[in-house]
């Protein structure tokens, strides 16, 4: 306890010497441990060359977080397409024929689908990529049963009419094996998160320079600064067009920026007319939470 407040007296000392203008570190090694007196030299010297001699660190400002949020509107939409063909549903021996009867109708329907969002639904060549095509075979006791997989990664402009392309594939075997996955192009991605890092640190900035006011302190230097943490994430907005149909009860759907349209179904039951949503906008959110801590000072009076 003797050697704490010997240290302690020490400290005032040394800021008063600081204070007056002059540097006075000859202390008596046999009062403190090397790593005290060492660290009553890194003190001061800090003190000296960050403020020039006008401002002495009388505490911390600790951990402040700030965290900076930017929207944005996605560019596109992904979705992946499957289509499985059974070789049993031309032999039921799956024979080497079957499974080429499999490959050929499980390639024409892919092949006519593919046409029909390039000349119906606009979907750039390019943007249309095969994410998998296999003959998986199962072998069993009985039997052996191969089946054609066919999968499509799809990228949609946000006002493509996607309730269209799900209405095209219901009389199909083509199934969505991923629904829409929404995304930004990697450029705006890039400049979102440096605009969401610029808004964090000034929300650390604001928060700290609220305490030190209210507080009767001054706010220091930026002591250190760390990321917390970043994120991704897809927020609906809420935005709905609605359009009249008359049908069966099986509402239209058309996910993606909001399109006009009008859908009519039709049913033996004689038409009906109803209002629903056809469309729901999304918006990406790119978060940066950061902390930061400062030093408190007091400025030397001479």
């Not at 390039?118 to 943007?127: A, Q, R, S």
């Not at 089946?147 to 009419?161: I, M, Q, R, S």
Request: with cysteine; glycine share 6%; charged share 30%.
């Amino acid at each position: 306890m003797k050697k704490l407040l010997l240290f302690l007296l020490c400290i005032a000392v040394m800021r008063a010497t600081f204070a007056e203008g002059r540097v006075s570190l000859n202390l008596d090694a046999s009062k403190y441990e090397p790593a005290q007196v060492q660290l009553l030299k890194l003190m001061y010297e800090r003190e000296q060359l960050q403020y020039k001699g006008n401002y002495m660190i009388t505490g911390k400002l600790k951990d402040l977080r700030g965290k900076g949020i930017v929207k944005l509107v996605p560019d596109y939409f992904t979705v992946t397409f499957e289509l499985r063909t059974n070789a049993s549903k031309f032999s039921l021996r799956d024979t080497k024929e079957a499974k080429l009867k499999a490959t050929q109708e499980n390639s024409k329907v892919m092949g006519e689908f593919i046409n029909y969002l390039v000349t119906e639904i606009g979907v750039k060549p390019e943007n249309i990529v095969t994410s998998q095509y296999s003959v998986e075979t199962e072998r069993s006791t009985a039997r052996e049963e191969a089946e054609v997989v066919y999968g499509l990664d799809v990228k949609f402009e946000p006002t493509a009419n996607i309730g269209a392309v799900y209405k095209k594939i219901e009389p199909t075997d083509v199934s969505i094996k991923k629904g829409i996955q929404y995304d930004v192009s990697e450029e705006r991605k890039q400049e979102a998160k440096l605009l969401a890092y610029e808004y964090a640190i000034k929300n650390i900035m604001a928060q700290a320079k609220t305490i030190v006011k209210n507080a009767g302190l001054e706010l220091g230097d930026m002591e250190s600064f760390g990321i917390y943490k970043s994120d991704v994430r897809i927020v609906p907005k809420y935005n709905y067009e609605y359009a009249e149909y008359e049908g069966d009860g099986v509402e239209p759907s058309n996910v993606g920026t909001v399109v006009k349209e009008t859908v009519v179904y039709k049913d033996l039951g004689g038409p009906r007319v109803e209002t629903v949503p056809i469309a729901v906008s999304k918006e990406m959110e790119i978060s940066e939470e950061v902390w930061a801590t400062f030093d408190l000072v007091k400025k030397v009076e001479r």
